[in-house]
């Protein structure tokens, strides 16, 4: 027993790093790390130090690099490795976003709105999403990266950002077209759905009827909701914490699934490497390779550009 140092249950650590119990296990007798220490009780306790380094750890697992590159690296080396991952030369911000990260750093829910809303008013849903939320979350995950910005502040804005468009997709949806209909959801072990909200977005500012499923839904499930609803499309997204190796089959899966007379969109960082796909999937790599109508009847207006 080590005296005089914080340490931390295993659910704490599971908690706070968002890594399973189970997978804290596998690392700790394949890989000697986490290395915990037992209390009076024989249970699992672990050391601060500990805690952070996963806690580092899961946001390079994020980034899509394997368990078995990062474990067994010294400190040093996921400090080579983290700079390695930060772009050669930071793009300057536009100023909103700059506004946008400072209200961040200060947790202030209100301006954060504001600022969106300023934005939303002066450029439109579809610029606002590809103009200001993608680069803004691109900076905030390489701040995440290299340790500049903590867990509660990156949720903190993924939390405004959903509130904010939920509200304006809402609005939205009652003036939609009804077809062509698009279901959108992440599979089971897919939890990151902040990517459904901003394409879900993008759709209703062309008129299209969305249902968003949300995450994690099982794949009977999706071919359900695409039967009830008589959907056109069934969008999915993979994050780079997606398991690579089982995403083509699950596509096949979900492709035998829907039968020919329904596409699949693919997106998401996880998709970026596959090459071959299934016919009738069509691969987004980006929000702006959406096969969007550049206009759509009875699209629902867009705020008009303000100008000072």
């Known amino acids: 027993m080590i005296e005089n140092i914080q340490l931390y249950p295993i659910g704490v ?3 706070d790093t968002g890594i399973g119990r189970d997978t804290l296990r596998v690392w700790e007798r394949r890989y000697g790390f986490p290395d915990p220490v037992r209390n009076a009780k024989g249970e699992r306790v672990y050391p601060e130090i500990q805690l952070r380094r996963l806690q580092r ?3 390079l697992l994020d980034r899509g690099i394997r368990p078995g590159k990062l474990l067994p690296l010294s400190e040093e080396a996921l400090d080579g490795l983290e700079a390695s991952l930060q772009p050669a030369a930071t793009e300057p911000l536009d100023e909103a976003i700059r506004s946008i990260l400072d209200a961040i750093g200060s947790a202030d829910a209100w301006q954060v709105e504001g600022l969106l ?5 002066k450029q439109g849903m579809q610029a606002l999403i590809l103009e200001t939320v993608v680069p803004l979350l691109r900076r905030v995950g390489e701040l995440w990266i290299g340790g500049k910005l903590q867990v509660f ?3 903190f804005l993924s939390e405004q950002l959903i509130r904010f468009l939920n509200a304006e997709i809402s609005a939205m949806q009652n003036n939609s077209a009804g077809k062509p209909l698009v279901v959108l959801a992440t599979l089971p072990g897919e939890e990151h759905t902040l990517g459904l909200l901003m394409l879900s977005a993008l759709l209703s500012s062309r008129g299209i009827s969305v249902i968003n499923l949300g995450g994690e839904v099982p794949m009977d499930q999706i071919g359900h909701a695409v039967q009830l609803f008589q959907a056109d499309v069934a ?3 993979f994050s780079a ?6 995403i083509r089959q699950h596509l096949l899966e979900l492709r035998e699934l829907l039968g020919d007379g329904v596409d699949i969109w693919a997106g998401g960082e996880g998709v970026r490497r596959l090459r071959k796909l299934p016919a009738g999937v069509i691969k987004c790599n980006s929000l702006e390779e959406l096969p969007l109508p550049t206009e759509t009847p009875g699209a629902p207006h867009e705020p008009e550009e303000v100008t000072a």
């Open 13 to 15: 650590i599971e908690r």
């Open 117 to 121: 809303r300023r934005q939303y008013e």
């Open 153 to 155: 502040q990156e949720h």
């Open 57 to 59: 750890i899961r946001r």
């Open 235 to 237: 969008g999915i997204t």
């Open 241 to 246: 914490s997606y398991q690579y190796r089982n």
